[in-house]
């Protein structure tokens, strides 16, 4: 089941869009400002945000560029009575994925919801395996999801923020093998120039340094040949 936010100031619209949800097999959160809305979205982790444009406080265009520089990928969806081509382009530049004017068929956005989430699924599974709680064990090496943090022989390992990300998807996944640009996209998004394939390889190297008793001979983060890597799902 996915889990839809919204973010609006109208009571009525709440009302509605939730009933509307739910009615349709989602989840549904909800808050009425800038401000509440990102501790929500903190606390909550929805797959998709909806996003009306003119809020008290910080306007949603603001709020939009604040969650993507916070790195968040969450889709988003802006909800304006607004339809000039201006405001849709400061918009989609500002973050947003799709872009729907009030007053609008309740159809249309289930229809874009829908698309945002099949657009962006493979996104919305990795922010799942980021947002996971408790435990993973392999053999000696556990991986504490909501403590961004890995031990080994019970002993913690310091990874970087981005080695524990690669560590926590992979073992959200075990057994299954991901290529160099499969984790790239799950980690960085589509579009990084800035990073490249090849770098993959240099994390896992670093990682396996760190939590493998022979990083040559790794029991934990496996290489799968010609195809990419995968955690061991049993040793």
């Known amino acids: 089941m996915y889990k839809v936010m919204l973010i609006d100031d109208e009571d009525n619209l709440h009302e509605a869009i939730r009933k509307l949800l739910e009615q349709n097999g989602y989840e549904f959160c909800g808050a009425k400002d800038g401000e509440s809305g990102l501790a929500v979205l903190a606390d909550e982790k929805p797959d998709l945000l909806l996003l009306d444009v003119m809020l008290p406080g910080i306007n949603g265009f603001d709020l939009c560029h604040r969650i993507r520089e916070e790195g968040r990928r969450i889709p988003i969806i802006f909800l304006s009575a607004k339809c000039d081509i201006v405001d849709k382009s400061i918009g989609f530049k500002a973050g947003g994925d799709d872009y729907v004017t009030k007053p609008f068929n309740a159809?249309?956005?289930?229809?874009?919801?829908?698309?945002?989430?099949?657009?962006?699924?493979?996104?919305?599974?990795?922010?799942?395996?980021?947002?996971?709680?408790?435990?993973?064990?392999?053999?000696?090496?556990?991986?504490?999801?909501?403590?961004?943090q890995v031990l080994v022989h019970g002993k913690p390992v310091t990874l970087t923020t981005?080695?524990?990300?690669?560590?926590?998807?992979?073992?959200?996944?075990?057994?299954?093998?991901?290529?160099?640009?499969?984790?790239?996209?799950?980690?960085?998004?589509?579009?990084?120039?800035?990073?490249?394939?090849?770098?993959?390889?240099?994390?896992?190297?670093?990682?396996?340094?760190?939590?493998?008793e022979n990083p040559s001979e790794p029991k934990y983060l496996l290489t799968v040949q010609r195809v990419g890597y995968k955690m061991t799902d049993a040793l």
């Open 107 to 148: 159809t249309e956005l289930l229809l874009r919801i829908e698309a945002n989430i099949r657009r962006h699924k493979d996104t919305i599974e990795f922010a799942r395996c980021c947002n996971r709680e408790g435990v993973a064990r392999i053999g000696d090496l556990e991986v504490h999801f909501d403590e961004y």
């Open 162 to 212: 981005k080695e524990f990300e690669i560590v926590a998807f992979l073992a959200s996944n075990p057994g299954k093998v991901f290529t160099r640009n499969q984790i790239q996209e799950y980690i960085w998004g589509k579009g990084e120039a800035d990073v490249k394939t090849n770098s993959i390889t240099v994390f896992v190297r670093k990682i396996r340094e760190k939590i493998e």
